[in-house]
């Protein structure tokens, strides 16, 4: 009997993964993604007083957008601006980044909530 039940099981797994041989797997990640998902995490927010502790080159200045386009998406935040603004300066080929000020505007042409975000982008030497 015990014989039995072994040859049923290994017959039901047989059919179960032989079943799914057929099984497609998509996905839609891509290691360029993750480069480009990573990318701002390379660029460290400094002050206007805490750059001026390290040897530094300014790349130019970037903006950064976060956009509530309709009533039922998600609100604009500071946050994702900031981020926009790094992914930018990331772009620049800095690793460091000053920002100035933030400006959140409501019902814009195309934003029911924006916020835009001002900042320095900087290449910093990394002293040690």
């Keep these: 009997m015990t014989l039995r039940k072994g040859m049923v099981s290994a017959a039901l797994l047989a059919v179960l993964l032989g079943g799914c041989q057929d099984v497609a797997f998509e996905t839609n990640l891509d290691p360029d993604n993750f480069t480009e998902y990573f990318k701002p995490s390379s660029v460290e927010v400094y002050t206007n007083e805490s750059i001026l502790q390290h040897r530094f080159k300014s790349l130019g200045l970037v903006t950064g957008l976060a956009c509530q386009e309709t009533e039922d998406d998600f609100i604009a935040r500071e946050s994702e601006a900031r981020t926009d603004a790094k992914l930018k300066a990331a772009d620049l ?20 909530v924006s916020v835009t975000c001002y900042g320095e982008a900087f290449q910093v030497a990394q002293d040690k």
């Design 93 to 112: 080929g800095a690793n460091g980044i000053v920002f100035g000020k933030c400006i959140r505007l409501e019902k814009t042409a195309a934003c029911v």
